[in-house]
C-alpha cells in the first residue's frame, strides 16, 4: 500500500495542494482525476520527492518514503523525461544503471519491453526519430525496466490509440500486479474502462476516493423500465422520479430503493413488463458528480 497523508503545497498566497491523503493499494490501477489546475501532478511531484513537501508524508507499507524507496519506483512525469537525440536502447540501459541494474541486466530488459512494443528493430534509432505514440511506449518502457516496487504515471497513456492502450494496460496488468499503481488522465472514459480505484481532486482537496465498485454502488443509483404499452404512468407514482420516458421506456430514480419490486408489480398489473434494470453511474459520472 502506497498512502499519502496531509500533503502540502502553497505557491506565495495560493494553495495548491491542501492536506491530501489518499491510499494506493497494491494489485489496483489507481485512478487520479481531476480538472486542470486541480493539483494532480504537484501531488505526485511530492510523492517522488522531485517537489518537497511543505506538509504530510508519503509512505509505502507504513514506512515514510525516502531516496531509496523512491529510487525503486518507476516515474512517468508530466514533461517527458527522455532524450530525444539519443538511441533508444542505449538511454534505456543508461536508466536501467541509474536504478541500481548492470548494464547487462538493464540492456537485456530495455529488449525485452522493446520487442513487446514491437520496437526492437528501432532500438538504435534516436528517440525523435518515432512518431509520438511510440515515444510514449518507450517512455513507459523506462519505467518499467527495474521492475519498480510502485509506479506513478502522470497521463501515461496520452498520444496512445486504443489498441496501444489496451496492449499497456495488459503489460502493466501482467508485469505490476502485486504494486500500487497511480496514473492521472484527462481522458475520462479510459478512467471508467482502466480503473480500480478512483482518487478525484478539485481545487487541491480529496472530493471523492475509494474502489471504483463501492464508488458506484454508493452513487446515483437508477432504473431502466420498459413496459407494453406505454412508461408514462410512472410520472403519478409516488416516489418516482421520471428522469425520461421514451414511449415504452422510461429512466427513473427511486426515493426509497427497496420500493423496486412494488413498481415492478404494478407494470405488471398495467400490462407486460419486459425489463427492469438497475443501472449504476460511470466513473465518469461520479467525477462529473463529485466536481459540481
Keep these: ?113 522493446l520487442e513487446r512494443f514491437d ?29 519498480p516496487t510502485a509506479l506513478i504515471l502522470d497521463e501515461p497513456f496520452s498520444g496512445l490509440d486504443p489498441d496501444a492502450v489496451d496492449s499497456m494496460v495488459d503489460l502493466l496488468r501482467e508485469r505490476c500486479s502485486d504494486i500500487p499503481i497511480l496514473f492521472s488522465s484527462h481522458q475520462l472514459d479510459l478512467v471508467d474502462r482502466l480503473c480500480d480505484h478512483l482518487v478525484v481532486l478539485q481545487g487541491g482537496r480529496v472530493v471523492a476516493e475509494g474502489d471504483a465498485e463501492d464508488l458506484r454502488e454508493g452513487g446515483d443509483i437508477l432504473h431502466r423500465i420498459v413496459t407494453v404499452p406505454d412508461a408514462g404512468w410512472l410520472r403519478g407514482m409516488p416516489g418516482v422520479q421520471v428522469l425520461d420516458v421514451d414511449g415504452a421506456s422510461a429512466l427513473i430514480r427511486l426515493e426509497d430503493p427497496s420500493r423496486a419490486g412494488t413498481i415492478a408489480a404494478q407494470a405488471v398489473a398495467r400490462g407486460e413488463l419486459t425489463e427492469f434494470n438497475r443501472i449504476l453511474p460511470t466513473l465518469s459520472e461520479i467525477f462529473r458528480e463529485a466536481t459540481r
Design 119 to 147: 520496437l526492437l528493430d528501432r532500438a538504435k534509432a534516436k528517440l525523435d526519430s518515432l512518431s509520438l505514440g511510440n515515444q510514449q511506449r518507450v517512455q513507459i518502457a523506462a519505467a518499467l525496466l527495474h521492475r
Design 1 to 113: 500500500m502506497l498512502s499519502v497523508r496531509g500533503l502540502t503545497r502553497r505557491y506565495g498566497d495560493k494553495m495548491v495542494v491542501d492536506h491530501v491523503s489518499f491510499d494506493i493499494p497494491a494489485g489496483m490501477m489507481t485512478g487520479f482525476v481531476g480538472a486542470n489546475g486541480a493539483g494532480k501532478t504537484t501531488t505526485m511531484r511530492m510523492i517522488m520527492g522531485v517537489l518537497a513537501a511543505q506538509e504530510g508524508e508519503s509512505l509505502l507499507n507504513g514506512v515514510p518514503l525516502d531516496r531509496d524507496a523512491r529510487s525503486r519506483f518507476g516515474y512517468i512525469p508530466e514533461e517527458r523525461g527522455l532524450y530525444p537525440e539519443q538511441p533508444i536502447l542505449d538511454q534505456l540501459g543508461y536508466l536501467g544503471e541509474l536504478h541500481g541494474l548492470s548494464r547487462r541486466e538493464a540492456t537485456a530488459s530495455a529488449s525485452e519491453l
